[in-house]
């Protein structure tokens, strides 16, 4: 059976200020490489090697040899840059974000010229604090750390046992210590492709403000009883509380397709906080048994 879940927090969303604000980055970015001897437009979200393909300055990667001849790129280091004005009062906001949704792979994120922290993840979220280092007039940068360095430098470090392979068969022309690198395996190549360990933004990248309270994520899991032979739902919420008191208000969680409708009164304190719901289902004969 196919449900439809329907979750109303009536939290962060009671307060008229609590809203958030949010400006994506996404579009037209600069990237030049370690020496600066190449600095080209590029798009976000996007990755090197498009940039250079758009650009006219490598032909199709997937032609012929050109995964050998292009090598080159995974091996450099790049940077991509921008400058941005936030199209809001930011002062007016008590908490304000940089959020990558992802981004591949080894980074250090700048704005303003100020470290803000350290990406090694292609398969997660970064959320930076930027409260106090944003302006209205900010500029970005992303050090990309080649790929193929990073995860040979990963493996050298690594001296209590082995993780073999070292490197792919050499039938497959690829790159070496993929699995010391949270990143797309096969871009080190596979039996069935190249290898183009790229680099870049290859999604949304934005800055959040926001007051009082914000949602940060939102899961829900089905749990089968075997003593009751009853499913039940386990709901998690987290949210940031910057307010300096607690915040009060309501969640009703719907199952329309199980005529289930229950509600919870929920308080937070200030802080980071987790919110933990448990509901039962109702049983509903659907005329099949």
């Given at each position: 059976m196919?449900?439809?879940?329907?979750?109303?927090?009536?939290?962060?969303?009671?307060d008229?200020?609590?809203?958030?604000?949010?400006?994506?980055?996404?579009?037209?970015?600069?990237?030049?490489?370690?020496?600066?001897?190449?600095?080209?437009?590029?798009?976000?979200?996007?990755?090197?090697?498009?940039?250079?393909f758009?650009?006219?300055?490598?032909?199709?990667?997937?032609?012929?040899?050109?995964?050998?001849?292009?090598?080159?790129?995974?091996?450099?280091?790049?940077?991509?840059?921008?400058?941005?004005?936030?199209?809001?009062?930011?002062?007016?906001?008590?908490?304000?974000?940089?959020?990558?949704?992802?981004?591949?792979?080894?980074?250090?994120?700048?704005?303003?010229?100020?470290?803000?922290?350290?990406?090694?993840?292609?398969?997660?979220?970064?959320?930076?604090?930027?409260?106090?280092?944003?302006?209205?007039?900010?500029?970005?940068?992303?050090?990309?750390?080649?790929?193929?360095?990073?995860?040979?430098?990963?493996?050298?470090?690594h001296?209590?046992?082995?993780?073999?392979?070292?490197?792919?068969?050499?039938?497959?022309?690829?790159?070496?210590?993929?699995?010391?690198i949270?990143?797309?395996?096969?871009?080190?190549?596979?039996?069935?492709?190249?290898?183009?360990?790229?680099?870049?933004?290859?999604?949304?990248?934005?800055?959040?403000?926001?007051?009082?309270?914000?949602?940060?994520?939102?899961?829900?899991?089905?749990?089968?009883?075997?003593?009751?032979?009853?499913?039940?739902?386990?709901?998690?919420?987290?949210?940031?509380?910057?307010?300096?008191?607690?915040?009060?208000?309501?969640?009703i969680?719907?199952?329309?397709?199980?005529?289930?409708?229950?509600?919870?009164?929920?308080?937070?304190?200030?802080?980071?906080r987790?919110?933990?719901?448990?509901?039962?289902?109702?049983?509903?004969?659907?005329?099949?048994?």
């Amino acid at each position: 059976m196919r449900l439809c879940l329907l979750l109303l927090l009536a939290l962060c969303g009671a307060d008229p200020t609590a809203a958030a604000r949010s400006h994506s980055l996404r579009g037209s970015w600069s990237i030049r490489n370690a020496n600066g001897s190449l600095e080209l437009p590029g798009e976000v979200p996007g990755c090197v090697h498009m940039a250079l393909f758009q650009r006219n300055l490598i032909q199709d990667p997937y032609y012929r040899f050109n995964d050998l001849n292009y090598r080159w790129i995974s091996l450099d280091n790049w940077t991509y840059s921008k400058e941005f004005q936030i199209p809001f009062d930011i002062s007016k906001w008590q908490k304000v974000h940089l959020i990558f949704e992802s981004i591949d792979t080894v980074s250090e994120v700048l704005l303003n010229n100020v470290l803000i922290g350290k990406t090694n993840n292609m398969f997660r979220r970064y959320t930076f604090d930027i409260t106090h280092v944003v302006k209205a007039l900010n500029s970005i940068e992303v050090r990309f750390q080649s790929p193929v360095s990073y995860a040979a430098q990963q493996s050298r470090a690594h001296t209590l046992y082995q993780v073999p392979p070292n490197c792919p068969p050499s039938v497959q022309e690829g790159e070496c210590h993929v699995n010391f690198i949270r990143k797309e395996q096969c871009s080190f190549s596979w039996d069935w492709g190249p290898a183009f360990p790229t680099l870049g933004i290859w999604e949304d990248v934005r800055i959040e403000a926001y007051n009082s309270c914000h949602l940060n994520y939102f899961t829900f899991s089905p749990i089968y009883d075997n003593s009751t032979q009853d499913w039940n739902l386990e709901i998690e919420s987290s949210f940031d509380v910057v307010s300096s008191k607690p915040v009060s208000g309501q969640v009703i969680v719907e199952i329309p397709k199980l005529q289930t409708q229950q509600s919870y009164s929920v308080e937070l304190q200030p802080g980071e906080r987790i919110v933990k719901l448990f509901v039962k289902m109702n049983k509903v004969n659907d005329g099949t048994a």
